[in-house]
């Protein structure tokens, strides 16, 4: 599996969601209350990330 969303519980016991590539973590989310709000952010991610925009400040 290259690459793959992961919902887990964090220490609070908040849901979260990394995207991981290559067992390499390049992002998490804020903390859920429930799983399936984690599921609608993975499912936000795929529908409005192919389209984002790159803000570059550095």
Do not use: C, L, W
């Amino acid at each position: 599996m290259a690459h793959h969303f992961q919902i887990y519980k964090d220490k609070a016991g908040e849901f979260r969601v990394r995207f991981k590539y290559n067992d390499e973590i390049m992002f998490s989310t804020e903390g859920y209350a429930s799983k399936s709000s984690a599921k609608n952010a993975i499912e936000s991610i795929q529908k409005n990330g192919p389209g984002a925009d790159i803000v570059d400040e550095s």
